[in-house]
Nanobody
Framework: QWQLVESGGALVQPGGSLRLSCAAF????????GGWYRQAPGKQREPVAH???????SYEDSVKGRFTISRDNAKDLMYLEMNSLKSEDTAVYYC???????????WGQGTQVTVSS
């Protein structure tokens, strides 16, 4: 049975930093592309960052230069390092893994990030 578990969400002040983690269970992690989406209250879920199985990365424009996605295939972990956080980054952040062959996504349960003074 597969499972993705996010952690690291918290309340942080504007300008602060957080690192989100996504742990994968029951999947051959290194074979999947992955990434993060977020959903703010009253808004649709939107992509944040993506990383391929061979570590090519891409970012949504509003987080470029502030967020960094990475992965550790030896530990079946994916990370989202978030710096210079803004109030508009407040959202539930979801990690996903994508089957390269079928393009099916596997989702975590989400972790809340709140940026507020």
């Amino acid at each position: 049975q597969w499972q993705l578990v996010e952690s690291g969400g918290a309340l942080v002040q504007p300008g602060g930093s957080l690192r989100l983690s996504c742990a994968a269970f029951g999947l051959i992690f290194r074979l999947y592309d992955g990434g993060w989406y977020r959903q703010a209250p009253g808004k649709q879920r939107e992509p944040v960052a993506h990383i391929t199985s061979d570590n090519l990365t891409s970012y949504e424009d509003s987080v470029k230069g502030r967020f960094t996605i990475s992965r550790d295939n030896a530990k079946d972990l994916m990370y989202l390092e978030m710096n210079s956080l803004k109030s508009e980054d407040t959202a539930v952040y979801y990690c996903y893994l994508r089957d390269i062959g079928t393009l099916s996504n596997y989702w975590g349960q989400g972790t809340q990030v709140t940026v507020s003074s």
